[in-house]
């Protein structure tokens, strides 16, 4: 294992060599990334083969919308479950209380969606599917806003998949280890805007509040202005994340941490307020949270006994795990979730 004081910035990542014929490309990728999770749970990547045009068209039709009227983006409000669809308006959520911390409302607004695939047969009729599998919702006279989020949503749980392969990789198991795992994945997308600020924030209030994300793999498309993603060093300090024009910057979440018993970490990230003399800046943030298949059993990978500790977590299955902290962050509350009935 590498010495984990030496990350104090979030690495760059060519996941070119992956895509080619071979073992040797895909050994070399997989062998970076492994590093980069162990240190700092932070990389960014290049030679994605994602098209520049998917990408800019979702972000048009997101600038777009959050550029109309209140009332008119309330007409695809977030459902009374308070899950990722629609929109939620500025100060409607604060992450850090998926902490058991207690802040100011996180100033930021956005538009969620979930799978685009229809539910599977076995949780169909239960909550299970209103909670995971709930329809999304759209703006009527928008139709080129759902093709945008549909289509870019398809190339991230392509790329998703492909990264998962190496984490396998790079774990020393096979490729295809968390396929049948993600195989009916319940993944969520959003397009956030951090608005610009017309007064200082209240003490203690970001754009977003600190937190770890508590899916398998985040994947972000974010925009490099004052004012954006900031992640937390093992030293205690936080450093600033500037990716290249044409990159993603992606992030392992607590459910890696816990099939990698702590080797690899889910770390705090948080976005930051812009200072004084840029606050009039907004700033758009596209982050895909790639989950599994709500039943699926998140627990230590047996190669990581090695050390003689044993499994830090008990077994969980993702759906009760993703829920006891989503809900504290979308009602902004401390206390331990209760799952709604459909």
């Known amino acids: 294992m590498s010495d984990r004081s030496e990350l104090t910035e979030v ?8 895509f080619e014929a071979g073992e040797t490309g895909r050994d070399q990728v997989a ?4 590093h980069a999770c162990e240190e700092i ?23 777009a919308y959050f550029a109309l009227p209140p009332e008119e983006k309330l007409k695809t409000p977030q459902p009374p479950e308070k899950i990722s669809r629609g929109y939620s308006h500025v100060g409607s959520r604060g992450l850090a209380f998926s902490l058991g911390k207690e802040t100011p409302p996180d100033l930021q607004e956005s538009f969620a969606m979930g799978p685009v695939k229809a539910a599977p047969a076995t949780v169909i009729g239960s909550s299970t599917e209103n909670l995971f599998f709930f329809p999304n919702s759209w703006p009527t006279d928008r139709p080129q806003f759902r093709a945008a989020f549909e289509a870019y949503y398809n190339e991230m749980d392509k790329l998703a998949v492909h990264i998962l392969r190496l984490f396998a990789r790079a774990l020393k198991l096979n490729d295809d280890f968390f396929d049948n795992k993600v195989n009916e994945s319940t993944s969520t997308m959003r397009a956030i805007y951090y608005p610009p600020q017309d007064r200082m924030p209240v003490h203690g209030q970001l754009r977003a509040g600190e937190h770890t994300d508590y899916d398998t793999l985040t994947i ?3 925009e490099d202005v004052p004012g954006g993603l900031q992640v937390k060093l093992r030293h ?10 044409d990159a993603f910057v992606c992030n392992i979440g607590d459910l890696m941490m816990r099939w990698t018993n702590d080797e690899w970490v889910s770390n705090l990230h948080r976005v930051a307020n812009p200072p004084p003399e840029a606050m009039k800046l907004g700033r758009l943030s596209i982050p895909f949270f790639h989950n599994p298949n709500v039943d699926a059993e998140i627990r230590c990978i047996t190669s990581f006994y090695d050390k003689g500790t044993g499994e830090k977590y008990p077994p969980v299955k993702f759906g009760d795990f993703y829920l006891s ?9 401390k206390a331990e979730h209760s799952a709604p009935t459909a």
């Open 325 to 333: 902290k989503h809900m504290k962050a979308q009602n902004m509350a």
């Open 220 to 222: 972000l498309k974010g």
């Open 41 to 63: 749970g932070f990389f960014s990547i290049i030679g994605h083969g994602v098209p520049n045009s998917v990408i800019e068209s979702l972000q048009r039709e997101a600038r």
């Open 11 to 18: 690495p760059a990542i060519d996941l070119g060599p992956s």
């Open 236 to 245: 205690g300090g936080w450093v600033d994340v500037h990716p290249r024009s």
């Open 31 to 34: 062998a970076e990334i492994r």
